[in-house]
């Protein structure tokens, strides 16, 4: 069946994007001249986020969310604890067949800033039933809709969103936002 790699091998394929989107956004950072990009990852993943960016003093919690382009999903499901992180963050990551990413969907403010208020949205459900069938609520976890994301088309951009003008100056004069497609076609 095609596609059903990517429901039995969740797990390696979400560490795999992972990877592919960090070191996508080290090398925007790296080809502006700024060297001093921090990636951190918890050992648990129970603080509601999966990497930490840290760059000229700015701190970016992020909670990353992958989803095939053809996929019907219209939500992201988060957990409150984001909303206590200063300058947390929640990025969509949208990939092909082939892996290639983008386009990305953004949730959080500007560096320093909290994220936008979850609190009085609709509130996550288990995906797998109990015994009675009932899928119970995940109290400390909202369902954030796909029309509160801000739509992103490059990489380039969603570094500027994380990062602001203190980087984002550097990255557009030293890398064009479609370096990624370029280099794509130029493989093929």
């Not at 019907?72 to 206590?84: E, F, I, M, T």
Request: aromatic share 6%.
């Amino acid at each position: 069946m095609e596609g059903a790699e990517h429901s039995h091998h969740s797990s390696q394929r979400e560490a795999m994007l992972e990877d592919l989107f960090v070191g996508e956004v080290m090398r925007r950072m790296w080809l502006a001249g700024i060297y001093d990009l921090e990636v951190l990852k918890p050992q648990v993943d129970d603080s509601g986020y999966d990497l930490v960016f840290e760059t000229n003093s700015i701190v970016r919690h992020v909670q990353l969310k992958s989803t095939m382009r053809e996929s019907k999903v219209q939500g992201a499901n988060v957990h409150l604890r984001l909303a206590g992180k200063p300058s947390g963050c929640v990025i969509v990551v949208e990939f092909d067949r082939e892996f290639n990413l983008g386009p990305f969907y953004w949730f959080g403010g500007a560096p320093g800033e909290r994220l936008p208020d979850i609190l009085s949205l609709k509130v996550a459900r288990h995906t797998k039933a109990n015994s009675q069938g009932q899928k119970n609520e995940r109290p400390d976890v909202r369902v954030i809709p796909r029309s509160k994301f801000l739509r992103v088309a490059t990489v380039g951009e969603v570094v500027d969103l994380l990062f602001g003008s203190s980087v984002s100056g550097s990255i557009r004069r030293s890398t064009p936002d479609n370096l990624t497609s370029d280099l794509r076609a130029s493989s093929e």
